[in-house]
């Protein structure tokens, strides 16, 4: 059974930093790309960042230059570092492992 469980969202002020992984179990991913989703409420899923199986990561331009995607495919885990940050970036946050496996999201609010 794969599973994919995200943890490290939280409550954060505006300027701060959270780290979450997404620990992966039940299938071998070394070869999938992987990616953090984002829905903020009322708004669809977006792609935040990916990172190919070689590791090569990609931005929404919202995060550019805040934001840092890796993996350890070792330790089964994906992490998204997230500095800097904001108001707007207050959302649950999914990730994937292609083509359409998803974890059930953990909640990042960011606020004063």
């Known amino acids: 059974q794969v599973q994919l469980v995200e943890s490290g969202g939280g409550l954060v002020q505006p300027g701060g930093s959270l780290r979450l992984s997404c620990a992966v179990s039940?299938?071998?991913?070394?070869?999938?790309?992987m990616g953090w989703y984002r829905q903020a409420p009322g708004k669809q899923r977006e792609l935040v960042a990916g990172i190919t199986p070689d590791g090569r990561p990609t931005y929404a331009d919202a995060v550019k230059g805040r934001f840092a995607i890796s993996r350890d495919n070792a330790k089964n885990t994906m992490y998204l570092q997230m500095l800097s940050l904001k108001p707007e970036d207050t959302a649950v946050y999914y990730c994937n492992v292609a083509p359409d496996y998803w974890g059930k999201g953990t909640l990042v609010t960011v606020s004063s």
């Open positions: 039940g299938i071998n991913y070394r070869f999938n790309s």
